[in-house]
């Protein structure tokens, strides 16, 4: 993840005119309706450049979200998934890509310049605000994130130095018992042949090894260790998926960027479902419901599996809609190249001709197009989230996964909202509070004076 996850797999289609309870039954037939009454996953990830608030001409920071763990929607979630760590290429130990936003970050009524994380005796930041956020929703989970598409590339000298793997392994646990954290997330994207995908398959297992002995020494829950897999077929294809998942507790399955500024061909980024649309000829060759199925088919129990869903959209300039051709994709919110639009600001109207909406539900998608700009985007509605969200009650699925939370509107219009609303409730297990080996005397503590 990180916006540019690129599957390369364009999709498109025409119009509609169905009954979306009507084409989840049509689609029905792997998976089940055994999760169906159990709590579920609603886990989003954050981004930790998004509480930063520098000037958007200043290179280091294109995003400029100024928007802060506290104001992150904790009613709606059971987890949070901070990305994300990096990867140092010579040892392959996993070290925090922010410091300064990470560990000293300054929230009001913080100390302000401090200089030196590393030789912190305490811990503020985001690392802080989220760990106060678990002491007062005690069934918030929080994720260490590991890697992530920017960072990707550095994975596989790691992966095939076992050296190097048990570094990672090791310092990805430390950092977890350090910032008071209740489980591990890696995502690597993408696994290239059979070496990697048996390599990864050692890192898990390291993984889970170290984080079992450290809950067993120090009388500790049981820590979490999730997987962010691909919705390409060229690349879950690749995935030991059997020999990963006896190591891990969810899978977040990234289901988006499925058509993008790469292509050539305008198409829907996210379509629950393939097909021809109307019998026009316009067909979507990518979709989840078929990488769904074949996590399933290939040994992942559905409740194991969270539904990703993106809360931005892909622009497509100098189009005349999806299955055409396009030319360009523009700026995006906060001056980002690559036409991706935060959700909050869809459909598109400052600056912009007002765009249409259509809602495609028999392939689950939905997009504006604007025929003054010549500009499509696709994106999800609230609507549409709300069908995803029955599709994985149907599936029986465990949850669902947002990237990234700082872009989804607030209020009815929030697409976590409109999935989470057809959950028939979230999973209730509780957190830890209990870090008694971190190298922070607050955490240590539990931050007893917040």
Known sequence: ???????????????????????????????????????????????????????????????????????????????????????????????????????????????????????????????????????????????????????????????????????????????????????????????????????????????????????????????????????????????????????????????????????TIAGHAQNLYGGNSKGDGIATPFNTSTGINYYIDNGIAPSKINLGNPLYGHAFLNTTGPGQRFNGTGIGSFGEAGGNWDTKALPLKANYSSAEVTELKDIGASYSYSAKDRMMISFDTPDIAKMKARYAMKKGLGGAMWWEISQDKSGKDSLVGSFVGELRGLEKSMNNLKYPTSVYENMRLGFPDN
């Open 1 to 263: 993840m990180h916006y540019t996850s690129l599957l390369s797999l364009g999709a498109c289609c025409g119009t509609v005119l169905c009954n979306s309870e009507e084409v989840l039954a049509k689609h029905e037939g792997h998976g089940g309706i055994d999760g169906w009454f159990t709590g579920k996953r609603a886990n989003a990830f954050y981004g930790n450049w998004s509480s930063k608030t520098l000037s958007l001409s200043d290179p280091q920071d294109i995003y400029a979200r100024n928007f802060t763990v506290t104001q992150i929607p904790v009613s709606k979630l059971t987890h949070i998934s901070y990305a994300f760590c990096n990867i140092s290429t010579t040892t392959g130990e996993v070290v925090l890509s922010d410091e300064n936003a990470d560990l000293r970050f300054a929230y009001p009524g913080e100390p302000k310049g401090l200089t030196n994380a590393t030789s912190l005796k305490n811990i503020y930041g985001n690392v802080k605000q989220l760990f106060l956020l678990k002491k007062k929703n005690r069934t918030l989970k929080t994720m260490l994130s590991v890697g992530g598409y920017s960072f990707s590339p550095y994975w596989s000298a790691m992966l095939a130095s076992e050296p190097k793997r048990a570094r990672f392994a090791s310092s990805a646990v430390k950092l977890m018992t350090d910032l008071g954290f209740d489980g591990l997330d890696y995502d690597y994207e993408y696994v290239t042949n059979a070496s990697q995908a048996a390599d990864l398959i050692d890192l898990l297992k390291k993984t889970r090894t170290l984080m079992d002995e450290h809950s067993q020494k120090n009388s500790l829950p049981r820590f979490s260790l999730s997987f962010d897999g691909p919705a390409g077929p060229a690349k879950y294809t690749l995935l030991d998926m059997r020999g990963m998942d006896r190591y891990l507790d969810f899978w977040n399955f990234m289901a988006f960027d499925y058509s993008g500024g790469w292509d």
